[in-house]
């Protein structure tokens, strides 16, 4: 069986701009490149409503875009379902959506798979709501539990809210600390955790801030107890040869992403597969360079999937590595290319200058 397996295959069709991909093959690392509006945070989007969806609240999420009409691909007129399929290790799941008049959607169909000596495919049912794959896994059913603890390990990041109310900056509860959460508004508590428990791994974590960030020294992570007898904690700092604590407002937008990155990338017991929309922003060259190295490194250890519009960030990898994102009649679609076919282009150029080049594609056309 699968439990905690990154993904093998996947198969979309009908979501946002992503009319119809058959099964793209994912590898332990996959940076996605393309044009504003070529659909790379689209395919982003499609991890966020699994993990709603999983979770039994699909219809939560949503109307929070809206209705299902801005989801399906251009409009429920033209498209009348959505539909994926997750292949991992010998598990799979799939799932058809259908919109409802109220906008929201209707389950047409939910299937676990298993490919063993012969395959097999499980139908949870139709015209429900909300997702059964929980419901069933809590009631011991075997491929059910295998497929829903595989995909709630794949972990959506996005850490470009670092307003002066984002959680990052806040204070939160101690006790809220068993992982990352998406938006990093736990990075406090998860910090202090990993500090007393794994003090390798926070040193790590500290030391590459620091590569990055030459002023920081370490963090001041100190829970308070409320009147309410709950012990809450804040993302303080200090600064080298200093022992005045910083507030994080103190520090730049691009050194808290820095720090959630590291965060994410370096945390141990790491989720089996992470994904991250554009984590160059905000970032100085120099993190750039350092951020490539963490996630090739963070690839050993976990699936990343990372979208991407940096030329430094994509010289960081191989054009094995590279998924290129692009529109073809007005539609998604997803290419890989071999480093082999373009051994005597990189004699001369980095990977990121033939993105610039338009010879890799996944370029604005002209």
Not at 89 to 115: C, I, K, M, Q, S
Request: proline residues 5%; contains cysteine.
């Amino acid at each position: 069986m699968s439990e905690r397996k990154p993904i093998d295959l996947l198969t979309i069709r009908g979501f946002r701009s992503i009319q119809d991909q058959g099964p793209l093959k994912l590898g332990k690392l996959n940076v996605l490149i393309g044009a504003n509006g070529a659909g790379k945070s689209n395919f982003v989007a499609l991890f966020q409503m699994l993990s709603e969806l999983v979770e039994g609240r699909l219809q939560s999420w949503t109307r929070h875009q809206g209705s299902a009409d801005r989801i399906v691909s251009f409009g429920v007129k033209e498209t009348p379902q959505i539909s994926a399929t997750f292949e991992f290790g010998l598990n799979g799941y799939h799932f058809t959506l259908e919109p409802t008049v109220d906008g929201g959607f209707t389950f047409a169909g939910e299937w676990t798979l298993f490919r063993g000596r012969d395959d097999k495919a499980d139908s949870l049912g139709s015209g429900h709501l909300e997702a059964k794959l929980k419901r069933l896994a809590a009631k011991g059913g075997n491929i059910a539990s295998h497929c829903y603890k595989a995909i709630a390990s794949w972990k959506v990041y996005h850490f470009h809210d670092t307003s002066e109310t984002a959680g990052v900056k806040r204070l939160g509860a101690l006790h809220d600390n068993d992982y990352l959460r998406p938006d990093a508004s736990n990075l406090a508590a998860f910090l202090f955790r990993i500090a007393n428990e794994q003090p390798g791994v926070y040193e790590q974590i500290r030391k590459s801030v620091r590569l990055a960030i030459p002023f920081f020294d370490d963090f001041v992570l100190k829970p308070q107890k409320l009147a309410t007898e709950e012990e809450q904690i804040r993302l303080l700092w200090r600064q080298v040869d200093s022992d005045y604590p910083f507030w994080p407002s103190q520090l730049s937008d691009g050194s808290i992403r820095f720090i959630c990155l590291v965060t994410a990338l370096l945390q141990p017991n790491p989720p089996t597969t992470i994904i991250i929309d554009e984590p160059e922003l905000g970032l100085h060259p120099y993190a750039l360079t350092l951020l490539g190295a963490l996630i090739r490194s963070a690839s050993e250890r976990m699936q990343v999937i990372v979208s991407t519009q940096s030329v430094p960030l994509v010289n960081e990898f191989s054009i094995d590595d590279l998924l290129v994102v692009e529109r073809d009649n007005n539609a998604t679609v997803f290419k890989r290319h071999s480093a082999d076919d373009f051994a005597s282009w990189l004699e001369d150029y980095s990977v990121g200058e033939l993105w610039e080049k338009n010879v890799l594609g996944g370029r604005p056309p002209r």
